[in-house]
């Protein structure tokens, strides 16, 4: 035989003999990577069944206690919230799904998705059973402190909606005091328990292997803190110079409006609160348009004519004031498989309630759409700051005039006269939320590094800088205690401009590339199904199926981006 033909046979041969040990790893590998798969999966099901229902349980009486609050109903919240923390603090549940996420056994994506997310939530409770309940205790507390609490001026009783009315109305300057002063009360009365609160999360922080709360909460949410940190001060150094302009608009008005000079204005002259919101300086008075409107019924309609119906989500809701209610807004989901979502608001007949009802029912749709087939742990948002940005895009409608012509019938005339100063007014609103927020940001940041710290000092030394309001003389004050979310949402508020950031980017590609219109002529999406079409099928339906920034990117063809923020409210 021919040396060379004799070479070549072996040569198959032993190639054959390979391609059969490799397929034969191969095929090792494929059933031990089937095997653990099908074990975890098993493990993974069973577990969130009992996280499902124990949290299911906790949120309803989380939804009931906020609509009547008393101690009975906040008891029942710490004792579920307590339940929850037993399942989600179990050691062996822990070193179990440890073992699986760094086995490398998990190949497939959903799987291994949905071990990375329940690992951050469990790891989080890694800590003496103890701390949590005492943890869950101080927070119901806290919580009823703050949903019983009145503003009161002699015998009379206010709440949030009538403090801000005054706020937004009055040129009486010793009310205009008066009512915010006595809104600042519930600062010294829960100021010890934030405190507490604050210490406590610190301590479990550390033991957890962080350096602090802040940073614990960041990192386990899928964000750097140095990339956070340093898209906030991007966002200082865009937005300073054009506050500081809008900022001498805002007290040249109040100074007329107040007849003081405007080295006199103070805090109470912003017409809110926390000067969160921007302050009526110009002609058009949106509320007139709603005072004789069903803000719940236009937001169904609305939302109705883009394909996105919220009856059934209204029916299960709580939306207007009443004694011992909580005071704010928010979307709870009590049961992802069975989709029980629901409502709490406050609601009058104003824009700001438009806004809020088209805010809150933004967050009802995402939690309403999750693909049926997704695991229970990833039918939630991508990340939280992204379903603000749902709830952002949609609120921003209640002050835009093609919406406002579409849904309250405001003649062309109307819409003319208002259109110029609704997108200074929305201009304004952004860049004073937007500085509010730095604040919120570097206040909690700062507080989780040093709790012991003078933190009133540190409040009004941020407000200064970055909102530019002066605080009253010899101000000391907790004033920062005022603020709930400090207490109930710790760790929390930069989610809200990450949404801003990320509604406009929405906003422009779903004009442009959905519904191929010019952005800048403020389209309202009103009777554009195929809006609701790719809200369901690209930011609804998948959930936390995607890392949140590949599935922005999957969403608008970009990585979370800035600068449509600033095309739509700064350049």
């Known amino acids: 035989m021919d040396f060379r033909k004799l070479l070549l046979i072996i040569s198959f041969a032993f190639l054959f003999i390979v391609s059969c040990s490799n397929n034969k790893e191969q095929e090792i590998a494929n059933k031990e990577v089937q095997e653990m798969e099908n074990k975890f999966k098993t493990f993974y099901d069973e577990l969130t069944k009992k996280i499902s229902e124990s949290y299911s349980n906790m949120a309803l009486a989380y939804f009931e206690a906020s609509i009547n609050s008393n101690e009975e109903n906040w008891n029942k919240v710490q004792q579920y919230d307590m339940e929850l923390n037993k399942i989600l603090s179990n050691k062996d549940y822990f070193v179990k799904l440890r073992d699986f996420k760094e086995s490398d056994l998990i190949k497939d994506s959903l799987l291994r998705r949905s071990a990375e997310i329940l690992y951050n939530e469990l790891l989080s409770k890694q800590i003496d059973i103890k701390k949590l309940d005492e ?48 809104h600042k009360e519930i600062g010294p009365l829960v100021k010890d328990d934030i405190i507490s609160l604050v210490k406590l999360r610190n301590e479990i922080a550390k033991e957890l292997g962080f350096n602090n709360y802040h940073e614990m909460s960041l990192k386990l949410s899928d964000q750097n803190p140095e990339d956070v940190a340093k898209l906030f001060d991007e966002l200082d150094a865009l937005t300073k110079d054009e506050f500081s302009k809008l900022k001498s608009e805002i007290d040249t008005y109040m100074s007329q409006r107040h007849k003081i000079p405007a080295e006199k204005l103070m805090p109470w002259h912003y017409q809110n609160r926390y000067f969160q919101e921007a302050p009526k300086i110009y002609s058009v008075d949106h509320d007139t348009f709603y005072k004789d409107k069903d803000v719940v019924k236009l937001s169904v309609d609305y939302f109705s004519s883009i394909g996105l119906p919220i009856d059934k989500l209204v029916e299960n809701s709580d939306l207007y004031p009443k004694n011992n209610k909580n005071q704010h807004a928010y979307c709870i989901n009590i049961d992802r498989e069975k989709r029980d979502i629901r409502v709490l608001c406050n609601v009058t007949n104003s824009a700001r309630w438009a806004e809020t009802m088209l805010h809150e029912y933004g967050h009802a749709l995402y939690e309403n759409y999750y693909d049926d087939n997704l695991p229970w742990g990833l039918k939630t948002p991508a990340h939280i700051f992204t379903t603000e940005a749902v709830a952002m895009i949609f609120g921003r409608f209640a002050l835009n005039p093609n919406w406002m012509q579409d849904m309250l019938g405001i003649s062309d005339e109307d819409k003319n006269k208002i259109a110029e100063d609704s997108h200074k007014m929305l201009k304004l609103q952004q860049l004073v939320f937007s500085r509010w927020s730095q604040v919120m940001y570097r206040f909690e940041k700062a507080m989780y590094a040093d709790p012991d710290q003078d933190l009133n000092k540190l409040w009004w030394d941020l407000v200064e800088k970055y909102q530019m309001i002066k605080r009253p003389v010899n101000r000391n004050m907790p004033d920062w205690a005022t603020k709930i979310h400090i207490a109930t949402s710790p760790c929390y508020y ?61 969403a608008t063809g970009e990585k979370l981006s800035a600068k449509y923020y600033a095309k739509q409210f700064v350049n």
Request: net charge neutral; no cysteine.
């Open 494 to 554: 930069h989610n809200y401009h990450l949404g801003e950031l990320f509604a406009s980017q929405l906003y422009y590609t779903i004009s442009e590339k959905v519904l191929k219109v010019n952005p800048n002529d403020n389209p309202s999406f009103f009777n554009k199904t195929e809006v609701g079409e790719y809200f369901i099928k690209n930011i609804f339906n998948p959930g936390a199926k995607y890392y949140w920034n590949d599935m922005i990117e999957k």
């Open 135 to 182: 943890l869950s205790k101080m927070q119901s507390a806290i919580e009823l402190k703050y949903s019983n609490f009145r503003a009161k001026i002699g015998s009379k009783v206010y709440d949030d909606n009538q403090v801000e009315d005054i706020l937004k109305n009055s040129t009486n300057q010793k009310e205009l005091e008066q009512i915010w002063n006595s």
